[in-house]
């Protein structure tokens, strides 16, 4: 009954959207927004019921990062990054909040370095006039937030929620198919987002993954 109604609201968006007369990489853009922003509120979910341990510096970098490329892709006028980082960068306050409150990975002197290299990256932001050296120093501070996450979730990938880096993913990918014309600074931010975030599915899933070669090839590999 709930994916039932979750299906009949995509497709009541999806018919606003036409009515709207946008072209269809305009809708796939929206539509990966609104998958995106919607999933946040799966993962504060995971956080308060199911165990999610989040990676605090990830979400900090991740913050700083998502609005400042907000603010550079208004700047550029790229609708394209603009609503996905919007999505996100709304939401994930409130991650940090309830990260805060309730449970996250405890940071360490390596994160107190990652977060001085970011700060250290908005000076140079500040001092900088163009807006596409901004959004390159920007994706190069959210990418720096997913050194901590990946080095979480390598020793211990239970600690994320599934779902939500798979749903994550999956916005991220369809919203690569939403730029409006292939230049460098419409591309890198949605192709950035899409690749890191599948990437981060994963490894959460590597186990698995490695299962399934395994049982294919019919070969016990040295673990």
Request: glycine fraction near 4%.
């Amino acid at each position: 009954m709930r994916n039932t109604l979750i299906f009949l609201l995509f497709c009541s968006l999806y018919a606003t959207m036409e009515s709207m007369e946008l072209t269809s990489t305009q809708i796939i853009g929206y539509l990966a927004g609104i998958i995106s922003f919607a999933n946040m509120f799966r993962y504060m979910w995971s956080i308060h019921k199911s165990g999610t341990k989040p990676s605090l510096t990830y979400w900090i970098l991740a913050e700083l990062a998502m609005l400042l490329i907000l603010f550079s892709s208004i700047a550029l006028w790229d609708t394209t990054a603009i609503w996905i980082a919007l999505a996100y960068a709304s939401t994930q306050i409130f991650i940090i909040i309830l990260a805060l409150r309730h449970k996250h990975e405890r940071m360490t002197r390596f994160d107190m370095w990652l977060l001085g290299l970011a700060l250290f990256s908005i000076v140079i932001w500040w001092y900088t006039s163009n807006p596409l050296y901004t959004l390159i120093i920007n994706v190069g501070i959210d990418a720096i937030g997913y050194i901590p996450l990946f080095k979480k979730i390598w020793k211990n990938p239970k600690s994320e929620d599934l779902t939500y880096w798979a749903i994550a993913g999956g916005a991220s990918v369809l919203n690569m198919f939403a730029v409006l014309s292939i230049t460098f600074q419409s591309v890198l931010y949605p192709w950035y987002l899409g690749i890191v975030n599948a990437t981060v599915f994963l490894v959460l899933i590597r186990h698995l993954l490695i299962s399934l070669w395994k049982k294919g090839l019919k070969i016990k590999l040295p673990s």
